[in-house]
């Protein structure tokens, strides 16, 4: 439930912003803050989608990813290991680009 309304969140803002703004619609991509917002998008949409897949064809997660000890048979998909990048990406860019706009700011 909690991935549906970050999803449906992040969905409403993007779109609000692409409306109201639509006399800078070019411009939207040239701003760290604004990519960073849509990265998270993405993400939020593939995290509800691997949820939704996973949840619907009710694959025995943990039983896959960790494996008997005689078995070394382990294997993430595809869409495992985009969500898996995409968690590392935004947890940390949000970070870099509030101390690199201030680190900036503080230098006039």
Not at 37 to 64: G, H
Request: net charge positive; with cysteine.
């Amino acid at each position: 439930m909690y991935r549906f309304i970050f999803m449906t969140y992040m969905i409403a803002t993007t779109t609000s912003k692409f409306v109201c703004g639509s006399d800078t619609l070019g411009l939207y991509f040239i701003y760290l803050t604004n990519l960073t917002y849509f990265v998270q998008l993405i993400y939020s949409i593939i995290y509800f989608v691997l949820l939704l897949t996973v949840r619907i064809r009710r694959q025995n997660v943990e039983s896959r990813l960790f494996p008997s000890s005689f078995s070394h048979e382990s294997y993430l998909p595809w869409m495992e290991k985009i969500v898996w990048i995409l968690v590392n990406i935004v947890s940390v860019i949000p970070h870099g680009v509030t101390i690199g706009y201030w680190g900036f700011v503080a230098g006039e």
